[in-house]
Each structure stands twice: as C-alpha cells, then as structure tokens.
T-cell receptor, first 113, second 113 residues
Framework: KNQVEQSPQSLIILEGKNCTLQCNYTVSPFSNLRWYKQDTGRGPVSLTIMTFSENTKSNGRYTATLDADTKQSSLHITASQLSDSASYICVVIARSNDYKLSFGAGTTVTVRA | KAGVTQTPRYLIKTRGQQVTLSCSPISGHRSVSWYQQTPGQGLQFLFEYFSETQRNKGNFPGRFSGRQFSNSRSEMNVSTLELGDSALYLC????????????FGPGTRLTVT
C-alpha cells in the first residue's frame, strides 16, 4: 500500500477559482514534505518544502499546510490561472539511517477558461 | 545559471539492449538523484549520488546502475532492457544532501520495443 495518498486523482476548475489538493501519509519517521508541480512533458518543479514545525508555507498563489499530528497536508491554489494546469505531486521524506522518499500518485489539475 | 540538462531527450531501444543516460547538474550542485516515472507507477526513486558515491538506493533490480564523476555529472545505465523499462527518466540535482530544494531536468523519454 502506498504510504502517500493524494486526492482527488484529478479535478477541473474554472479560471479564477480556488482549489485544494490533499495529501495523506503514513511515512515515518517524518523529515519533510514537498509539493511539486509538473507540466506535461517537463520535469517537476518544487513549490514548497515543509518540515515538522511548519504549519503553513506560501509560494505566490500556492499555499501548503501541514498537520504533522494527523499526517495530512494540503495545497491550496488561489485564483487559478490556465498555467496552473499540471500534475501536482506530494513527496514525503522519512529519515532514519538515511533518507527514504515516498511519492504520491499526483493530482491532475485542469483549469478551463 | 544553466539548469539541469539530460541527454538524450528521447531514445528508442530494443528488448535486451542496454542504455546509458546522462545528467549534468546545476553548477555547484553535488547531489544528483535519478527517478523513473511511468503512468502506472508514478514517480519512483532510483538512486542518489553524492561526491561520486551512491548514498541512497530505491527498490530497483541490479540492472539499473549509475555513477557520478568528479565534476558531479552523473550517468545511469540500464542493462538487458525490458518492455517495462519504458518510462521518463528524470534527474534532479541539489547543492547538498538533506533539506535542500531539488531541481529537475527535462527527462529522457526511453521507449523499449
């Protein structure tokens, strides 16, 4: 079973609207959580990196939240633009003897005019 | 600064052949990680190199190998190719290990026929 679950699998929103993507994980011991944006045919681009002590972090119109107690994270996109159409991937990194990366399957966001 | 570059961008190979992919990290970056991305499995971690040493490894068979040179450039090799190896192979670099942002290259699209 995947230790990082993302929902929804895909969503369609109208330009200018907001949306929220979810990431639930069971990975431990937790080190940090990362959100990436991947445009079709391109490599992922980092949006945020969140450590245990961080609850909220913003990057422009993207705001990530982390609840380390419930092991949940969300990515909120405000005032969506056509360029936000992409796949959003949640990655959780555990650290014991070394780093172990666990990837979510991604949420595909389509923004329509 | 130039971004992460990967060569070749596209490759078609036949089952049983071997392939070598190349990654040039951002200047000054010492950590290079490799990932496989397929529609069915999503992003999966292959291995990480730092200071010419493999520091971390994912759950892939021994047919997948890599190396890093003194200038931090990295190569990965896949021997005895299988149809299931068809994927986008992504390379990412970061300044150091740990809590650093990773910068991805555009990927190499490998098709095995």
């Amino acid at each position: 079973k995947n230790q990082v679950e993302q929902s929804p699998q895909s969503l369609i929103i109208l330009e200018g609207k907001n949306c929220t993507l979810q990431c639930n994980y069971t990975v431990s011991p937790f080190s940090n959580l990362r959100w990436y944006k991947q445009d079709t045919g391109r490599g992922p681009v980092s949006l945020t990196i969140m450590t245990f002590s961080e609850n909220t972090k913003s990057n422009g119109r993207y705001t990530a939240t982390l609840d380390a107690d419930t092991k949940q994270s969300s990515l909120h996109i405000t005032a969506s633009q056509l360029s936000d159409s992409a796949s959003y991937i949640c990655v959780v990194i555990a650290r014991s003897n070394d780093y172990k990366l666990s990837f979510g399957a991604g949420t595909t966001v389509t923004v329509r005019a | 600064k130039a971004g992460v570059t990967q060569t070749p961008r596209y490759l078609i190979k036949t089952r049983g052949q071997q392939v070598t992919l190349s990654c040039s990290p951002i200047s000054g970056h010492r950590s290079v990680s490799w990932y496989q991305q397929t529609p069915g499995q999503g992003l999966q971690f292959l291995f990480e190199y730092f200071s010419e040493t493999q520091r971390n490894k994912g759950n892939f068979p021994g047919r997948f190998s890599g190396r890093q040179f003194s200038n931090s450039r990295s190569e990965m090799n896949v021997s005895t190719l299988e149809l299931g190896d068809s994927a986008l192979y992504l390379c990412a670099s970061s300044p150091d290990r740990g809590l650093y942002e990773q910068y991805f290259g555009p990927g190499t699209r490998l098709t095995v026929t």
